[in-house]
């Protein structure tokens, strides 16, 4: 290798040095700052208190460098097929629904009633009073009109026997006149339900008991019997309405990273958001219990986050540092083949002079076959050269491994001449 290229060589090999240096030390401080994500979320109908309550968690994960930006759906099903899709991330659900393969649960949050409401003059013929009538069971896409389907398919009352209707909530809340509303409205939400709080005060509609939440809970175990408090919706709701509810749940893709699952899950049972979505009934001690879908790994970690073993703060640590120890693993490798070029390098050196001995010493087999005249002054001259050879070779190489041998070597030669 000429000396030319060693040195390109070597100015290559020291820039590439330079540089995984400065790249560990520019992941190192930057493993130092937290990651933000941004997040696309499917809560529902804007209208919807769901969607309020993303808001409101949208607002409060900020603090844990999560930026989550809503996008309206027309229900809990669009959101599941969204998410299945990857164009959501996460989502707030009605529960008791059919999932996807790609869904895993973060948390159950607080059951959400389902509530029928009825104009003034059906409300006497209850939940059999609706036959031929024009009902409202939310609009295609969401999980109140699977839920209020399951719940007429349950009474006998079949999709040819009423009108269905797809007025939206806001046009809805818009109206002027009871003229323009459907005869029964279903809904599902937190209470209180702005819509039912609109449809009760401003045009007396009532609240139609649905006591079928056991009977139910027989064929699904995601419904519940709920109870909605009497005056919930002012003095016109004197008592209490016995109907059907199913969970609120934060759903998620499954290969969403799980540092962002243990953040929505610090926000979503920080005390603040808590407060702020008044949700007093979020289950903070048990959150697995019963999963609808599969658990997301992010929550298993989250639960584990005060064992001895594995903390959370290991575990953010490890997801920070992967940059730097990628880095650091860089460098080592360009270090070895630094130090295995320099290796090979000086190895080089010594075997040019074991080359050049070899050379001449076939050189003097040469010339005692040839028995010219000159012979004696030949080997003189070749006994000077060997000699300034075993020299040099002494002052450049005299801690090298070869050394010896090459010293042992030489003298052989050097010897064969006298």
């Not at 941004?38 to 409101?56: C, F, H, N, S």
């Not at 295995?340 to 050379?359: C, G, M």
Request: net charge positive; proline share 6%.
């Amino acid at each position: 290798m000429s000396p030319q290229m060693s040195r390109g060589i070597l100015a290559v090999l020291a820039f590439l040095l330079l540089c995984a240096l400065g790249f560990i030390l520019y992941s190192y401080y930057d493993s130092k700052k937290p990651r933000s994500y941004t997040l696309k979320m499917g809560a529902g109908d804007p209208q919807g208190t769901r969607y309020v309550i993303g808001e409101k968690l949208a607002r409060e994960a900020e603090r844990q460098h999560l930026r989550i930006n809503l996008v309206p759906t027309q229900g809990s099903i669009e959101v599941i097929s969204l998410l299945s899709q990857e164009s959501l991330d996460i989502g707030l659900v009605q529960g008791g629904l059919p999932g996807r393969p790609e869904i895993t649960q973060v948390m159950g949050l607080i059951f959400e009633p389902l509530r029928l409401l009825v104009k003034p003059h059906l409300f006497a013929a209850g939940i059999g009073g609706l036959k031929d009538k024009r009902l409202n069971l939310s609009r295609p896409g969401s999980g109140t009109r699977v839920l209020s389907g399951k719940v007429l398919d349950f009474i006998g009352l079949k999709e040819v026997e009423y009108k269905p209707d797809d007025m939206p909530y806001s046009q809805i809340m818009g109206s002027k006149s009871i003229n323009d509303l459907p005869d029964a409205i279903f809904t599902v939400s937190l209470m209180p339900s702005t819509v039912a709080q609109f449809l009760i005060s401003k045009f007396d509609y009532k609240l139609v008991e649905l006591p079928y939440g056991k009977s139910l809970a027989i064929r699904d175990v995601w419904m519940n019997d709920v109870t909605i408090p009497p005056y919930t919706y002012g003095p016109r709701q004197d008592k209490g309405i016995q109907t059907i509810g199913t969970r609120m749940l934060l759903i998620a893709r499954n290969n969403l990273p799980s540092e962002v699952i243990i953040r929505l899950l610090y926000t979503a049972y920080s005390p603040d958001f808590i407060q702020s979505s008044n949700l007093p009934l979020i289950e903070t001690s048990n959150q697995e219990s019963l999963p609808e879908y599969p658990l997301h790994p992010g929550v298993n970690i989250y639960k584990t986050r005060n064992s001895p073993l594995i903390t959370y703060d290991f575990f953010m640590k490890l997801s920070h540092y992967n940059l730097f120890f990628l880095s650091l693993a860089i460098f080592i490798i360009i270090l070895f083949v630094f130090f295995r070029f320099f290796r090979q390098k000086r190895f080089s050196a010594i075997r040019s002079v074991f080359n050049e001995v070899s050379h001449i010493e076939f050189e003097i087999g040469e010339l005692r076959r040839d028995n010219l005249p000159n012979l004696q002054h030949n080997l003189q001259q070749i006994q000077d050269k060997l000699v300034i050879i075993r020299r040099e070779a002494t002052s450049r190489y005299l801690d090298h491994p070869l050394m010896p041998s090459l010293q042992t070597y030489m003298a052989s030669v050097i010897n064969s001449l006298n």
